[in-house]
């Protein structure tokens, strides 16, 4: 069964916002961890004279890489096999976990330590974990926080970024139970502490390993992973047993790759200019790290993604968030609103597509089509047009509302032909001054009522541009060719608006 986490039973986008809205606190905390982010990625970014050729270079990678994804599966099976892995090949999530808890059954364990992966979140792994009798403990910062609130992640990079620090120290003391440590404090350091006190006896304890991976390297069968905190490190090198969740689309063809992707994400994610932890290996090797390497190669929807070629370079995204931090929907309403594990700009088209438009198709509509997300993206996908053409599949697969229909069939008949449009202006000319409020139109009623429920709509003006060129110019008959300056061009007053 292809699975995003819980968004198919999410509720559609604006109601979800609506809520989200209401919530001054969770506005406050986003707002402030985005300003945080974006003025230090704006910063390192500054610092890169070559950083639109970086990005035009990952793009290109990408590409590639999507339009030859089974040769570069397959390299990266043999290679990865070579060096001692084992590849499995998962077609949905419940396939994935399927064989992530019989590796862990067949080894009778019952606890796993987690490095942050999305993927997992995806798959619904932890609750499959623990359906099957096996504990997974979160490691990162974050993650822990969101296991132990039983909360939802609302950021892809940071996904307890709505939580302030008096929130998270509350939830420690709660949960974490370390008498030993005394009251936790609300610094960093004590948050860390206790994280670190909560986290060490495990580490050292549980023997398997789970992990995600940013990149996985055709040439080389490696696995990359990037971190801020080290607990990675620790998950990858001390249990026994790794396992890996890799989506499909995480393929780089070649090891030299990296140069360009280690620039790009951490400046985009965090704004460092590297981040701290780089992991990076092959296969397994004798008496040094786990002596067991699995890797679950997960479709989930991936190739369906794969196979419409308008919107395909969705699958391209290295998970930076960038776009989430740009975004100024995203911003008002933090990432729960989206429903989905994918949040954001990233959410708004990704989340829609792996579940073959069936769900969360309120979403490609949760934008402003600003642009902001396509400028910030470290591997240029062109979300705006992603957006409108997930739009219009939306119309064409289950069509829009009968008003919404009609409405368009008249604009586009009065649009095609000049005289028709006349009439149309003069019409609503008409109709409109029940609503008609200083320049603009509010409450409209009826299928209207959408348009003018949080936005302005300016009213038709008296005048229209084809009658107000006609009275500067009575003699032309062609209003656009050969038009010099209007509004200065002596008479006939400013152009209408
Ligand atoms: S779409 Fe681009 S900016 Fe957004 S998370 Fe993916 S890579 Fe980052």
């Not at 860390?192 to 580490?203: C, D, G, I, S």
Request: some cysteine.
């Amino acid at each position: 069964m292809i699975r995003v986490g819980d968004a198919a039973r999410a509720p559609a986008f604006p109601v979800a916002a609506r809520r989200a809205l209401g919530n001054a606190q969770l506005r406050r905390n986003v707002r402030h961890a985005t300003d945080v982010i974006r003025n230090k990625r704006a910063v390192v970014v500054a610092e890169m004279s070559d950083w639109q050729d970086l990005r035009e270079s990952a793009h290109q990678i990408k590409d590639h890489v999507l339009q030859h994804l089974d040769v570069y599966l397959e390299q990266f099976e043999d290679n990865c096999t070579r060096a001692g892995g084992r590849v499995h090949w998962a077609r949905d999530a419940d396939e994935a976990n399927r064989i992530v808890i019989d590796i862990i059954h067949g080894h009778h364990e019952r606890e796993i330590i987690k490095v942050k992966t999305m993927t997992s979140d995806e798959t619904g792994l932890n609750a499959a974990l623990e359906a099957a009798g096996i504990v997974p403990y979160e490691t990162d910062l974050a993650d822990l926080i969101i296991q132990l609130g039983a909360d939802r992640p609302s950021h892809i990079v940071v996904p307890a970024l709505h939580m302030n620090r008096t929130e998270i120290r509350e939830l420690f003391q709660r949960t974490m139970k370390l008498e030993a440590l005394g009251p936790i404090g609300t610094d960093p350091q004590d948050l860390t502490n206790a994280a670190r006190a909560f986290l060490r006896e495990k580490f050292l304890r549980v023997n398997v390993g789970f992990s995600g991976a940013n990149f996985a390297i055709a040439d080389t069968g490696s696995v990359c992973v990037v971190e801020s905190e080290g607990n990675g490190r620790m998950c990858l090198t001390l249990p026994k047993i790794l396992i890996s969740l890799v989506g499909v689309e995480k393929i780089i063809p070649a090891f030299g790759d990296l140069e360009v992707f280690l620039q790009l994400l951490p400046r985009s994610a965090t704004g460092e200019r590297m981040n701290p932890y780089n992991s990076i290996w092959t296969g397994i090797r004798g008496g040094d790290g786990p002596q067991e390497f699995h890797v679950v190669l997960l479709d989930n929807g991936r190739t369906t993604v794969l196979a419409d070629e308008q919107s395909r370079e969705t699958l391209d995204c290295i998970r930076c968030g960038a776009c989430l931090n740009a975004c100024p929907v995203y911003r008002q309403t933090g990432g729960h609103a989206y429903g989905s594990i994918y949040s954001g700009p990233i959410g708004a088209i990704l989340t829609p597509q792996l579940q073959s438009m069936q769900h969360s198709t309120s979403l490609p509509y949760a934008s402003s089509l600003c642009g902001a997300c396509y400028e910030a993206c470290p591997v240029k996908i062109n979300i705006p047009e992603i957006l409108i053409h997930l739009r219009r599949r939306i119309v064409e697969e289950q069509g829009g509302p009968l008003g919404e229909r009609l409405l368009m069939k008249a604009a586009a008949l009065a649009f095609a032909d000049s005289s028709r449009l006349s009439i149309a202006q003069k019409l609503a000319r008409a109709a409109q001054w029940p609503f008609k409020r200083g320049g603009q139109l509010s409450a409209l009623r009826g299928p209207l009522a959408a348009w003018t429920a949080s936005r302005d709509l300016p009213a038709v003006p008296a005048e229209s541009f084809r009658d107000w060129w006609k009275r500067l110019r009575p003699d032309s008959h062609e209003p656009l060719r050969g038009a010099k300056a209007t509004s200065n061009s002596g008479g006939g007053g400013a152009p209408p608006r």
